[in-house]
């Protein structure tokens, strides 16, 4: 009886070591996928102060902000990794596991250039169209979406559009003509005093201007505030989705 019961007791710390060691080699063969990294595209031109740009982008995130070198705009485009961070953890390679993601599923200069579809400088006026890949309205939810940074002169006007996601603006002056179709526009000022008009628009969403303290939601959300002062104007609607206009302190 007594044989029995330590023979039973051996077996199961067999087991439980067994377990421990496969569990300790599955961890150890378990990694993040090596990805090959996406290259940033960076292309520079000469734009004098008080010029205007004018920018339309199908889909993404757009930062428009103050450039840090005079009489110049710089576009950068970072294609983020095709898959994100929490897809490229999730499908891991294990042992006698084929992954789901293609490594050779992404992109290269020759690709991210062919989304420039215009970069133009003619004088004080500035045109950027950009054709970025859609991922996510594809219904492929694991894709990053690529980010794009357009610096200015501190002095410049700007009339933007983009189809879907999320524009930011911030450290510039000057009037601005700014849509988002669907998703969510930001806009910080530096001094509200420099505008004479300040307007926001939504068909769906919400629509906030801190400056003069509106707020607005639901359908048809807008705020709408005047001034005798500010030689700039500033119009920013949104189709779906939601509007911001605040205060700035930071230029950058």
Request: aromatic letters at 6%.
């Amino acid at each position: 009886m007594r044989d029995n019961k330590m023979k039973a007791g051996f077996a199961v710390c067999a087991l439980w070591i067994s377990g421990g060691l496969l569990f300790a080699q599955d961890a150890t063969s378990r990694q993040k996928l090596d990805l090959p990294k996406a290259p940033t595209l960076v292309m520079v031109k000469t734009l004098p102060d008080k010029g205007t740009l004018v920018m339309q982008v199908n889909v993404g995130g757009v930062n428009i902000v103050r450039s840090d070198m005079e009489k110049t705009i710089r576009l950068t485009i970072d294609p983020k990794a095709f898959y994100d961070d929490a897809t490229q953890i999730t499908q891991t390679r294990f042992i006698h596991r084929v992954p789901t993601i293609d490594p050779k599923a992404f992109y290269d200069d020759a690709t991210v250039k062919s989304w420039v579809r215009r970069f133009d400088v003619a004088g004080d006026r500035a045109w950027i169209d950009l054709k970025l890949p859609d991922h996510g309205n594809n219904g492929n939810h694991h894709h990053s979406s690529p980010e794009i940074t357009i610096a200015v002169p501190a002095q410049t006007d700007l009339k933007l559009e983009l189809g879907v996601g999320q524009l930011t603006v911030k450290g510039v002056e000057g009037n601005k003509e700014l849509h988002v179709g669907i998703g969510e526009l930001d806009v910080g000022l530096s001094d509200a005093s420099q505008y004479h008009e300040i307007q926001t628009s939504s068909k769906l969403g919400e629509a906030d201007d801190d400056t003069s303290n509106q707020h607005s939601g639901g359908f048809f959300p807008k705020t709408h505030h005047t001034s005798v002062q500010g030689p700039y104007k500033l119009h920013a609607t949104v189709g779906i989705g939601q509007v911001n206009v605040a205060r700035n302190a930071n230029e950058r």
